[in-house]
């Protein structure tokens, strides 16, 4: 089975919070099918992170909660805090000096889960200094993080999507 993933190239929360598509009875759960879930995982986080999938579908469900409530601007639900906060206390990073001649350079090895590196990457989206949105594509439930411009769609096909719908209502 060779499921299209929905991935955006975004930060891992973002992906994470983007493997439940849609709403009502046609939504899509790509974490629900562990082999899928597994490939997820190693294309987001890296080959070697251990993949616990009910540990990431409960963070999916905090992350997603968090999302729309900072999009909304209104506060954060104290128990999706937690539950990110107990996730990312699970992940290790170590820093290490890589010499090449007289040039050295850092490179930072994580270890832990997948679902601890995806709550450390919720705490650095939900922290850092580009907004988050959802996508305006009709139906579309997508999020990603506005690092440029005034980006209103998760990618081109959506946009497309958009200007169909304008373009049919205006013919009404
Ligand atoms: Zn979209």
Not at 5 to 29: F, K, Q, R, V
Not at 37 to 62: C, K, P
Not at 102 to 109: E, F, L
Not at 141 to 151: E, L, S
């Amino acid at each position: 089975m060779d499921e299209d993933l929905p991935l955006l190239g975004e930060p891992p929360a973002i992906e994470l919070a983007n493997t439940w598509y849609g709403e009502g009875p046609s939504a899509h759960d790509f974490l629900a099918n562990v082999e899928v879930a597994r490939r997820w995982a190693s294309l987001v986080v890296g080959g070697d992170a251990h993949v616990d999938v009910a540990a990431l579908t409960e963070l999916r469900a905090a992350v997603r909660a968090l999302f729309v409530a900072k999009i909304d601007g209104s506060s954060l639900d104290p128990e999706a805090v937690s539950v990110v906060n107990r996730h990312a206390a699970e992940a290790h990073a170590s820093i290490s000096l890589r010499v090449v001649g007289a040039a050295a350079s850092s490179a930072v090895t994580f270890r832990g889960g997948a679902a601890a590196r995806v709550a450390t990457s919720c705490v650095e989206v939900l922290t850092g200094p580009d907004p988050i949105r959802q996508c305006e594509g009709p139906g579309c439930t997508m999020f990603f993080v506005q690092d440029h411009g005034r980006r209103r769609f998760c990618y081109e096909g959506c946009s497309h999507r958009a200007r169909q719908r304008r373009y049919a209502r205006s013919q009404r």
